[in-house]
């Protein structure tokens, strides 16, 4: 208990005496998770629209694929992209491993199929005669599927939530294709690993609480905006 | 007769290869308002959607005052108006949702609001405009789609049974008001129902839909009074449907072997003819033995009454005369009879009212 206190304090020490180190890594997985989520949703809601609403052929084989693909061990992730990035690789040429942009692909690719399994489900959700109505109204494509993802917010939402804590919590990748490098790809969770492999318990719990509160501030604007009541 | 609003040609749809809707031609005439009854898994549904340019057809063409559709329906769409059988509000206010349409056809602010408070004032939901959608009751919720679809002022109004899911009361007030809306705009409207009593009360015209095809189009008394063929009848309500053959026809009136009795009928059919006779049960009327003598009309037959059942304001009463006839009759005129089954009693019925399709007996 007296580890988890003093971590604890070692928190709010950090925190408040303006540590350059805990906001610079802070800042970094904000950053790197936050792009990786919005990638995650634009493509995410994309692939959702198309399997909910288009319905195409196949559609049961890939709705498994990206089921399957919540459960994509972040491992084999950050290979295949260490793989795809590395000098050698088919994207070599594009000087990326190592960096924060492979990070935001990694975590993204973790994402992407968390927020499309979870939103073509909120969206088949949906009375099927609701499109036909909002069509009927006058609505092109556009207006349709966003008047369709408001109806369906309370889940869509959810959806980009989980997508989120996919990417933040996310470690064994962002190292193996970030490479753990202090002012640059060093993120809350790469750098907590680093704390316990060098026996600094105090700071790894420290950078937890860290990263436990950066979790809880953006989950609860998430859950505010999910809940806020419609405009007329 | 005005140039149609609408006309499908050639239009089929198929469904995993099956054919649900095989329209050759059908015309929306302005101003009309087309009911298309039919029962359940007609098609009615399906042909609705293809008008309101829902649903690609897998072969024909929809033309719009004269114009093929081609590419993008959007522009022709925003040109009409759907009310479905559920009222599918958005989660807003209502009215939030009878804003919807004209935000989305890019109508004015100021004329969005003045609409709004038209259509909501005319169907009785000025008052509730701030609430939610999610709390209406299922008339209040009908009545936001009816004003979500005027309000748009549309060009051609599609109804897909929107007043199915209703409770009676509810369901006349609001037919009331919609009929009000109708007379007084005269918008062209397709009206898909599976109630005759709507179709009757609001359409101009009436098309049967059965099996995915127009088996009969034609105003209410052709419909109602002539049915084409034995399934149409059934539909329609004729209930006395019985095999016959035109023994002679004199001046029009033929008279027609039906099991051992014979009926009289007015027909341009030829003698020797076969037949369905057909009948209505509220153009059968019943009374005692010894009342027979004061009837005026030609066929009178002496029947056994089988069966009596309430049948909403009218008392139906099943009759045995060699074969089934069915009359509705008054519970009043059924007090005043005092019959019960296995009591013998009058059917009779006036020439007029008998309906004669050709049969071939097979």
């Not at chain 1, 925190?15 to 904000?30: D, H």
């Not at chain 2, 609409?115 to 936001?144: D, H, K, Y």
């Not at chain 2, 004003?147 to 060009?155: F, I, Y």
Request: hydrophobic share 50%; net charge neutral; proline share 5%.
């Amino acid at each position: 208990m007296d580890l988890i206190w003093d971590g604890v304090t070692e928190a709010l020490r950090l925190i408040f005496s303006g540590n350059g180190y805990v906001y610079e890594v802070t800042f970094t997985s904000l950053l790197v998770s936050g792009s990786a989520t919005l990638i995650a949703l634009v493509l995410g809601l994309g692939i959702a629209s198309f399997l909910a609403f288009r319905a195409p052929p196949g559609r049961t084989l890939a709705l498994s694929a990206f089921n399957a693909g919540m459960a994509l061990p972040p491992v084999a992730v950050g290979l295949l992209v260490s793989i795809m990035l590395w000098r050698t690789g088919p994207l070599g040429q594009l000087h990326l491993l190592y960096s924060r942009t492979a990070i935001v692909i990694a975590q993204a690719v973790i994402a992407t199929p968390v927020v499309a399994a979870l939103s073509t489900a909120a969206l088949q959700g949906l009375n099927p005669n609701l499109r036909l109505q909002v069509l009927a109204l006058g609505a092109s494509r556009w207006q349709a599927a966003l008047l369709l993802f408001r109806e369906a917010r309370l889940s869509l939402l959810a959806a980009g939530m989980a997508g989120f804590g996919a990417a933040i919590s996310e470690v064994g990748a962002t190292i193996m294709v970030g490479g753990n490098i202090k002012g640059s790809t060093r993120t809350l969770t790469s750098a907590i690993v680093l704390e316990v492999q060098q026996g600094d318990f105090e700071t790894a719990i420290a950078l937890s609480f860290i990263l436990l509160a950066v979790i809880l501030g953006i989950i609860t604007v998430f859950t505010m905006l999910q809940q806020r009541r419609p405009p007329a | 007769m005005s140039a149609p609003l609408l006309q499908l040609q050639n239009i089929v749809v198929e469904h995993a290869r099956r054919s649900v809707l095989d329209v050759p031609c059908l015309d929306i005439l302005p101003n009309e308002v087309l009911a298309v009854v039919g029962p359940n898994g007609a098609g009615k549904s399906t042909l609705l959607r293809i008008i309101g340019l829902l649903e690609q057809p897998s072969r024909g063409k929809v033309l719009f005052a004269g114009r093929p559709i081609s590419g993008s329906p959007l522009s022709f769409r925003r040109r009409m108006a759907f009310v479905f059988q559920e009222p599918l509000l958005l989660d807003t206010s209502i009215e939030g949702n009878v804003r919807t349409g004209l935000s989305l056809r890019g109508v004015p602010a100021n004329d969005r609001q003045r609409r709004v408070e038209e259509w909501t004032t005319r169907f009785g939901i000025a008052g509730l405009g701030r609430r939610s959608a999610r709390t209406l009751s299922g008339g209040e919720a009908q009545r936001t789609s009816l004003a979500r679809a005027m309000v748009l002022e549309p060009e051609i109004l599609l109804l897909d049974e929107p007043f199915s899911s209703l409770d009676a009361p509810t369901r006349e007030a609001l037919i009331d008001d919609l009929d009000a809306v109708l007379t007084s705009k005269r918008v062209a409207t397709v009206f898909v129902t599976h109630d005759r009593a709507e179709a009757l009360r609001l359409g101009d015209r009436i098309a049967v839909l059965m099996g995915g095809k127009v088996r009969q189009l034609g105003t209410a008394a052709e419909v109602f009074s002539s049915p084409v063929d034995s399934e149409v009848a059934a539909f329609v309500g004729v209930e006395t449907i019985v095999p016959g053959r035109i023994r002679e026809v004199s001046s029009g009136l033929a008279s027609i072997i039906v099991g051992e009795n014979t009926i009289e009928a007015t027909t341009e059919l030829p003698p020797g003819s076969d037949v369905l006779v057909c009948l209505r049960p509220e153009d059968v009327t019943v009374s005692g033995l010894a009342d027979a003598t004061l009837m005026s009309a030609r066929n009178r037959l002496r029947v056994a009454v089988t069966r009596v059942r309430p049948a909403g304001p009218y008392v139906r009463m099943e009759l045995d005369a060699g074969f089934n006839l069915v009359a509705h009759i008054t519970k009043q005129s059924l007090e005043e009879l005092a019959i019960s089954p296995g009591a013998n009693a009058i059917a009779s019925f006036k020439a007029t009212a008998v309906h004669l399709i050709p049969h071939r007996p097979g």
